[in-house]
T-cell receptor, first 114, second 115 residues
Framework: NAGVMQNPRHLVRRRGQEARLRCSPM?????VYWYRQLPEEGLKFMVY????????ESGMPKERFSAEFPKEGPSILRIQQVVRGDSAAYFC????????????FGEGSRLTVL | ELKVEQNPLFLSMQEGKNYTIYCNYS?????LYWYRQDPGKSLESLFV?????AVKQEGRLMASLDTKARLSTLHITAAVHDLSATYFC???????????????FGKGTHLIIQP
């Protein structure tokens, strides 16, 4: 059973470009979470999605950031018009349960904005 | 807003010694997680603590939870170099009654174990 798969593992963008990060949850998991980790910091919750639904996006910046989890295919975190402050590691986690289930993390996508 | 504080944030210790990492949180919750992260890697789940007084042990690591004190500890016994990593505690907001989703993480404890 493959774990949570994220790609790309590393992404370099120039200011103003778009970044798209993908996450395929573990088989059988329909709940996906995105977290952001700044250097020397813990992970910060961004958004929680189920298939075709955004359940909680209270941790997402109001502008430039969006997330989706379509019926088919991976979950995507999209950052438009990136700025240097967006440089971070973005982790996806999946869970088989809607509440209180253990989260299984992917290896992260490290975004560097030049 | 739920706050999760770990201390110490940096710890350098010698092999064979014992030490404890502390995790305090600011509001009621009865579900707490400990994770390990190696540099450039993902988070590995170590322990899930589900109730007051819960104690779990795996090898040289032991975690406990006191929900009344809002405190969890991660104790390292007779440390070995392989345990060098960053350790995070995380609290489940939903179980704090706040109604939100997602875990709130501490800043992590960078642990270096020297031979």
């Amino acid at each position: 059973n493959a774990g949570v798969m994220q790609n790309p593992r590393h992404l370099v963008r120039r200011r103003g470009q778009e970044a798209r990060l993908r996450c395929s949850p573990m088989k059988g998991h329909s709940h996906v979470y995105w977290y952001r980790q700044l250097p020397e910091e813990g992970l910060k919750f961004m958004v929680y999605l189920q298939k075709e639904n955004i359940i909680d996006e209270s941790g997402m910046p109001k502008e430039r950031f969006s997330a989706e989890f379509p019926k088919e295919g991976p979950s995507i975190l999209r950052i438009q018009q990136v700025v240097r402050g967006d440089s971070a590691a973005y982790f996806c986690a999946s869970s088989p349960l809607s509440r209180g289930g253990e989260l299984f993390f992917g290896e992260g996508s490290r975004l560097t904005v030049l | 807003e739920l706050k999760v504080e770990q201390n110490p944030l940096f710890l350098s210790m010698q092999e064979g010694k014992n030490y404890t990492i502390y995790c305090n949180y600011s509001t009621t919750s009865d579900r707490l997680y400990w994770y390990r992260q190696d540099p450039g890697k993902s988070l590995e789940s170590l322990f899930v603590l589900l109730s007051n007084g819960a104690v779990k042990q795996e090898g040289r690591l032991m975690a406990s939870l006191d929900t009344k004190a809002r405190l969890s500890t991660l104790h390292i016994t007779a440390a070995v170099h392989d345990l060098s990593a960053t350790y995070f505690c995380a609290v489940d907001i939903m179980y704090s009654g706040g109604g939100a989703d997602g875990l709130t993480f501490g800043k992590g404890t960078h642990l270096i174990i020297q031979p």
